[in-house]
Nanobody, 124 residues
Framework: QVQLVESGGGLVQAGGSLRLSCAVSGLSFNRDTMAWFRQAPGKEREFVSALMWSGAPYYGDFVKGRFTVSRDNAKSTVYLQMNSLKSEDTAVYYC??????????????????WGQGTQVTVSS
């Protein structure tokens, strides 16, 4: 059974930092592309970051150097370090995994498995 479990969300003031974690079990973690998406109330799910199985990272345009994605294959965990947080970063953050993804990594439908999400709230 595949499980993705996010943690690390919470309430932080604008300008602060959070590190999200996504612990993965039940799949060959190091062969999958891992991604972070977010969804704010009333909005569509938005691509935040992806870490391809090759190790190449990608970010949404709004990130602008504030976030860093990484993975620890030994722990089957992917991280999202978020710095300089803004109120508009408030959302539920989801991690996702997918295999064989090459170019359409910003599209949620490309991913096979999802976590339950973790709430990030940034107060201004």
């Amino acid at each position: 059974q595949v499980q993705l479990v996010e943690s690390g969300g919470g309430l932080v003031q604008a300008g602060g930092s959070l590190r999200l974690s996504c612990a993965v079990s039940g799949l060959s973690f190091n062969r999958d592309t891992m991604a972070w998406f977010r969804q704010a109330p009333g909005k569509e799910r938005e691509f935040v970051s992806a870490l391809m199985w090759s190790g190449a990272p990608y970010y949404g345009d709004f990130v602008k150097g504030r976030f860093t994605v990484s993975r620890d294959n030994a722990k089957s965990t992917v991280y999202l370090q978020m710095n300089s947080l803004k109120s508009e970063d408030t959302a539920v953050y989801y991690c996702a995994s997918g295999r064989g993804i090459k170019v359409a990594f910003t599209r949620p439908l490309q991913y096979d498995y999802w976590g339950q999400g973790t709430q990030v709230t940034v107060s201004s």
